[in-house]
């Protein structure tokens, strides 16, 4: 067996909050798959971070985070050192507003979660609340979603009332965080950058379907990315 795999989860850990259990259940459902030790670390974002000691980071649901910038600040250190990158509920949000401020140079991108009356909105309210649903997924083909998947669709669990600001959808895209999911109505669901090993956002939580034996298809994929950094 090859040495412990270290896997960082950005995020504040709460033991009452189901994804977060559902977080630390899915990454041992996909070490045990591969046969593979993975050490997990929650890492608070109100906290100083080694970063360089993990060998993937993902960013976890349950925003607002402690710190705001202390999540940005590790979801740019796995885009920029090309370590696997997994951001699910509000690792998505989060991935988009990095991005806008870290590439696309808009630093005053803001979550409607924080700053609801900012005027550079990257991430608003859905139209309608996703919390507690379950929907399709739609895949695209020829992305690392659909080579994780090995299908074009999906049903997916969400716990999330934010989403992505429609406005800014092409202009992100331009710059390389390319929609690669989406739902029936077209509503942008999963985010790539191209120019990464993986780097993935995904607006519900795929680790809340993961099950001992049967791990979730982009949880597999991440801790796969991680085996082979």
């Known amino acids: 067996m090859a040495a412990t795999i270290r896997i960082g989860v950005i995020g504040d850990f709460d033991e009452s909050n189901a994804t977060h259990v559902a977080t630390n259940r899915g990454i041992q459902h ?7 030790k993975f050490d997990m670390v929650w890492l608070p974002t109100d906290e100083a971070q080694d970063l360089g000691a993990f060998t993937g980071l993902l960013c976890s649901p349950g925003s607002p985070y402690r710190s705001l910038e202390g999540a940005l600040a ?3 250190y796995a885009r920029e050192n090309g ?12 991935l988009v507003l990095e991005y806008a401020r870290d590439v696309l140079g808009v630093t005053d991108a803001e979550h409607a979660e924080t ?19 379950t929907m399709d997924v739609e895949i695209l083909p020829g992305t690392r979603a659909a080579e994780a998947y090995g299908v074009l669709r999906s049903t997916e669990n969400y716990h999330c009332n934010f989403g992505l600001n429609p406005e800014h959808t092409a202009q992100l895209e331009a710059a390389g965080l390319r929609v690669t999911g989406s739902d029936a109505g077209g509503e942008v669901r999963i985010m790539e950058v191209d120019a990464h090993p993986f780097c993935m956002g995904t607006l519900f939580v795929p680790q809340a379907r993961s099950e001992s034996g049967l791990p979730h298809p982009l949880v597999l994929a991440f801790c796969r990315a991680a085996m082979q950094l």
């Open 115 to 133: 700053s609801p009356y900012a005027s550079r909105l990257f991430i608003t309210p859905l139209s309608c609340s996703l919390k507690g649903k």
């Open 30 to 36: 996909g070490a045990e798959v591969l046969g593979q």
């Open 83 to 94: 370590l696997p990158f997994l951001g699910t509920c509000g690792g998505f949000q989060h």
């Open 74 to 76: 590790g979801i740019r």
